[in-house]
């Protein structure tokens, strides 16, 4: 049995991917740690070395990372938006072997063996694997391809 759908990379899917797979990465906090040593050698350079150029760039650095982290959505979605597989058309299939993909530019195979999870988001399923994940979203999944994901990930 093999199931097969499509869909375009677009605007409006990057930024659901994005929302629906950011409670489940592991940048979904600030890097506290990384704030505050910034803040702490800028403040040594400061007032510790006298240097008020390193101290300076110090913080500013602190204040660049949290620039970074408050803008990384739309950051995020502006690089894919720039990648040569934006607007591109996808299709996946799912078959006995796994979950297939292919655009015109890149294709990968990803066997049922090798996920390790599959997460039920409101709006998608997010399938965990060694290397990472990936993002499908529901609105192109009929009820029995959800069914045929779900029970060949779990065996």
């Keep these: 049995m093999a199931f097969t759908t499509t869909y375009t990379l677009d605007k409006s899917y990057f930024y659901e991917c994005f ?14 740690f990384l704030l505050v040593l910034l803040i702490a050698l800028g403040l040594f350079g400061i007032y510790g070395l006298d240097d008020h150029y390193l101290g300076t760039f110090m913080i500013m650095l602190a204040v660049l ?12 979605v502006t690089r894919q938006m720039f990648s040569r597989a934006s607007g591109s058309e996808v299709t996946l299939t799912f078959d006995d072997v796994g979950i297939k993909s292919s655009n015109h530019y890149k294709s990968y195979q990803l ?3 090798d996920i390790t999870e599959v997460i039920n988001t409101p709006n998608g399923l997010l399938i965990k694997n060694k290397s990472g994940m990936q993002y499908i979203s529901k609105q192109i999944l009929s009820p029995e391809t959800l069914d045929f994901i779900n029970k060949k990930a779990t065996q």
Excluded: G, I
């Design 65 to 76: 990372e949290c620039v970074a982290f408050y803008y990384r959505r739309p950051w995020w």
């Design 19 to 32: 929302d629906e797979s950011l409670p489940y990465s592991k940048r979904a906090k600030p890097k506290y």
């Design 111 to 113: 066997a049922w063996q």
